[in-house]
């Protein structure tokens, strides 16, 4: 049964004005853009076949009678030809034709230069039987056969009866070997080169296959290296062998296509022996129907069936680099690779490129003869109907490279028909026409647009594949091929066969873009197509690398297939290179959490590690190792966030260990581009070892033991002592509360903490962490805020802490004010008592403070704030102890004794206080204290009175002084000088204050040099004063616009300097009298605390 064949136009067919167009040809052949034609008189012409058209360029004498067979050899520029001279003897000539000086010198001698071989000689004569001549003998040229040719047909012959023992014959690409098939079945192949060799080797063979007619001999372009046998290593010499491609011991051979009759045979040929081999299926063929492609395949048109076999596996020895070695001979390589069945019987093949055109018998007609131009392996009729029709009367067929050159001869006129009848007996026959048309192959992309129309792509995939020559192999696909495949894909999905549409998408890598492909399936929701085209797209058979968007949708696709297999080999892969958070992202939400484990660990996303660790895989202690690895800024970024406190949750103890190291001393890698040499207090810096326990006190929020052991290791390790005690104070605060709240929890909402208790710490009693909270108020005094403290202190009943603090505060008002519960009467007697001893403590205390000068700064704050002096602190006392209804003598008593010891009050406040406190007094309580003032008061009084008289008696003395030195004469009897202590010498100096000096020791004879600077001093005192006097309106203005205490000081500063009068002298009897008035009247002026009770001198201020 025929085979479907699909009708294209693939040629363009054109009329040529030639000059072999009335030219007797017996053969022809092209190469080079020229046409070389023999004619029976033994000339060839060569004819210019390019569009320009020269005509004839060369033409010389070949040989004296006809020119049978042709061949031209481009690699090596030469013409071979095979003509009989007119000697009988002088029968199938072989002459090598170079056309080598053309080229070297721009002229052909005529004739050429000739190498010349015979086939025949007396030892080996030409056989007796003689066949008429084809349209052509050669792989390029052939005719149809002279047997059983139709009526219509019989015009195609020579105009010429020209009879040859030649049936077939080719010669070697490198015209090292030449095979000659003769009508008796005898095959002559020629060793060495037959253009520069004359004595060469030749041998002659017989099949031992067949035993039919041969009808075709051809070689193929491949060279095979074969072992030679012993027995004929003589023969080698006749090769001329490449040393780089053949070893010793190895012969070059070649692989010969011989055609029967009965079957087709190939040989393999060297100078050493040659051997024959079947090839299969057997079929047999008449001369003109078989051809050589130029890749080295036979074609095969049975003569018994409308089969076509194309014979030899056409990558054999292709594309061979050069210093590779030849292949070993495989005849098993050699057989028929595709068959198939072309209607009609053919006349005529002819290989041109990937095509073959077939001159046949039409089946409608069979006295016509079409000539068809097929495609064997895609199944196509590459020629038009019309142009089956235009080419008719096909005498020869020139296939070159480029073009196909068909001669139809032109059938005579009826007169010349006539003519020649008339004539009859002289033989003589009409002259030649031929109609030469040229079939020129159009451009692919017009092929291709053909069979798109079609909807033939993988025909076009096939003939772009084609189109890409030896020379590109190796490099990217042409745009044709690339082309073809998306159309082709496109052509798929439409008829949603999506399986084969991503082979093509496949293929098309890199002239499709992924983006077109992937939304053409995501559009049909094939989940299993687009996951092979992204695989594909990673693939390193592409050397493209795959975008990261890519990437992750083909991890969603394993996760839509549920391919965790593939999904773990691709993320493994180390030349993907995914989005790491997309890609986490993807496969955690799909389950696949090792998978995410491992690309946060491979992409170094830490975040992302330890969430999977704690909220996928339950794994907290790996998670927690994993943080100790990690350099300070992550580890600091991961542990402020829900991973602490998850870790916290889970592991107490081990984490708040973690959390210490990482606020005293990180052990892992310290933080990135820090700067160790500036200190950390500096703004905008972090201590390039340490982070700051600030950011972590949320973490611990629902955790107080473990926030105590945290923040208690951190003030510890003494890290904060350097920083900046305002910036660490809600460290200290918050410990400080720590301590002293009475039930500390492990976890403040139940069920946080892990129930291991080996991961807990232990819960310190109360009273321990009480102790503890004195002795952190004791030690870190400063570092906290001090109210703040005290808030705490007292929102936990932490009587000790409030003392403490109370105390170093000066708040005595609320001291003694939080101490009153403890002296009403329904407190146990033994609490009273501890409350009064601790009171008079604080009393004695603060007054022994106030002698020393204490804490300056703390007692200038708390005197402003509102704080009591000691004597108000001791009223106080005194008020308190007075107005219980139990109140005891004795601690009155014992008040009252060390306000007398200290001075503290006077008698008059403190008699005033009792009175006022409690009416019912006994007099006992303060009989002692009022007797021991009165004592001391008594005993002043006598002091102040020696005192007095002994002022007054000092003051008479330099007044008697004064009048006699100015009443009486002064005796200098001073004899040694008070300066060096020499004796005196004239000229000296005498003083009235009883200094001597000589002349020499002195610097000012007007100053006496030991009470010269006591002089001066009182001198500048009193120039100092002296301006003051003068500015006593601008006092009171000053001292309206100062402060409270610097004008009480500016008051003192200017009543000494007596603004407001002249001072009188103390000492003077006047002054006198008045201090003892003052004395006297101590009463009258002062209160009993020793306030002015008449401040009318400064009511200004």
Partial sequence: ?????????????????????????????????????????????????????????????????????????????????????????????????????????????????????????????????????????????????????????????????????????????????????????????????????????????????????????????????????PGKKKHQPLLSLSSSTVKDGDVVSRAMYTVFSDCVTVWHVSAVESKEYRCEPTLGATPGCCCMTAEGQLIVASAASDQMAVYGNEAVGSHRQPQQPSPQFDWSQFGAVHVVEVPGRKQLVVAHRSYVLVLAQCEAWSEKLTLQCYDLYNRLRCLSRSQEGYCTNVAWVVAGASDILIFCREPPRRKE????????????????????????????????????????????????????????????????????????????????????????????????????????????????????????????????????SHTTLLLCCYVHLHDGAKLSDFIHRNDVHLDPRTAIDVCTDAGYYEAALYLAEKYAQPHDYVTMQLDYLHNPTRALEFVQTLCLDDAEEILREQQGKRIISALPQRGTEVFIKLCVRWCGPARRLSDGSQPSKEPGLKHPNRSDAKQFLHVFADFPVCLLHFLRSVVESGVLDGEDPGKEVVLYNTLLELYITRELKHDIREGAVASDPAEMFAVEPYEQRRQQALAFLAEFSGRYDAYHALLLAQQHNFEEGVF??????????ELLQYHAKGLEDSVPSMIRQAVK???????????????????????????????????????????????????????????????????????????????????????????????????????????????????????????????????????????NCSHCGAALDLPAVYFACHHSFHRRCLSDVTKCNLCSGAIARARDINQWQQPQRRVKGDFFQYLNSVKYEEGFEMVVEQFGSGIFGPREDPYSPSGVAASAVALACDDSVYDESGELLKPEAVERW
């Avoid at 002279?146 to 010669?171: G, H, L, Q, R, Y």
């Avoid at 001075?903 to 005033?912: E, G, K, Q, Y």
């Avoid at 009792?914 to 009022?930: C, E, G, I, K, W």
């Fill in 837 to 975: 001893d601790r009171l008079i403590d604080f009393c004695l205390s603060s007054a022994s403070d106030g002698e020393t000068g204490g804490d300056a700064a703390t007692g200038a704050e708390g005197d402003s704030k509102g704080g009591k002096s000691a004597r108000e602190l001791w009223m106080s006392l005194l008020s308190m102890l007075a107005c219980g209804s139990e109140s005891d003598s004795g601690d009155i008593g014992r008040v009252l004794s060390h306000i007398a010891a200290q001075d503290a009050l006077s008698p008059l406040s403190v008699l005033t206080t009792l009175s006022s406190s409690n009416a019912d007094l006994q007099l006992h309580t303060f009989r002692d204290y009022v007797l021991g003032m009165m004592q001391r008061e008594e005993a002043r009084r006598e002091s102040i009175e020696c005192r007095t008289d002994a002022r007054l008696k000092e003051l008479q003395d330099l007044h008697d002084e004064l009048d006699t030195m100015q009443t009486e004469a002064i005796i200098l009897q001073a004899y």
């Fill in 1 to 229: 049964m025929s085979a479907v064949w699909r009708s294209f136009k693939f040629f363009n067919a054109e009329l040529l004005k030639s000059p072999l167009c009335h030219m007797e040809l017996t053969c022809c052949c092209s190469g080079q853009d020229l046409v070389f034609a023999g004619d029976s008189d033994g000339m060839v012409r060569v004819v210019d076949r390019s569009k320009s058209n020269e005509g004839v360029k060369y033409e010389f004498r070949a040989y004296r009678g006809p020119v049978l067979c042709m061949k031209y050899v481009r690699s090596r520029n030469v013409l071979v030809t095979i003509g009989d001279d007119d000697n009988e003897q002088d029968v199938c000539i072989v002459r090598v034709w170079s056309f080598a000086p053309l080229v070297t010198a721009g002229v052909l001698p005529n004739p050429p230069p000739c190498n010349e071989h015979r086939l025949f000689s007396a030892r080996y004569p030409p056989p007796k039987e003689r066949v008429p001549l084809g349209a052509g003998l050669n792989l390029e040229l052939t005719a149809p056969s002279s047997s059983k040719i139709p009526e219509s047909a019989a015009e195609c012959s020579s105009a010429v009866s020209v009879s040859t023992f030649v049936v077939s014959f080719d010669v070697s690409d490198d015209l090292r070997c030449a095979a000659v098939a003769l009508v008796g079945g005898e095959i002559v192949l020629i060793h060495d080169d037959l253009e520069r060799r004359r004595a060469v080797n030749v041998q002659r063979l017989h099949s031992s296959v067949s035993k039919g007619l041969i009808a075709f001999v051809g070689f193929t372009p491949h060279i095979f290296a074969s072992q030679a046998t």
């Fill in 804 to 813: 403490l603090l109370l105390r170093r505060q000066r708040h005595s008002t």
């Fill in 417 to 548: 028909t006539s003519g020649s009848a008339a004539d009859g007996g002289n033989g003589s026959k009409p002259p030649v026409s031929y109609q030469v048309v040229r079939l020129e192959e159009i451009a692919l992309q017009e092929r291709l647009q053909q069979l798109f129309q079609k909807e033939c792509y993988e025909i076009a995939q096939c003939i772009a594949c084609r189109s890409q020559t030896a020379e590109d192999e190796g490099r990217p696909k042409n745009k044709q091929l690339l082309e073809i495949k998306k159309h082709y894909g496109d052509y798929l999905v439409s008829k949603r066969d999506y399986a084969g549409a991503v082979k093509q998408y496949v293929d098309a890598i890199g002239h499709v873009e992924p983006s077109y492909v992937i939304r053409v399936f995501v559009d049909a929701q094939q989940v299993v197509p687009l996951t092979q085209y992204l695989e594909e797209l990673h693939s390193t058979r592409h050397n493209r690398p795959a975008h990261r």
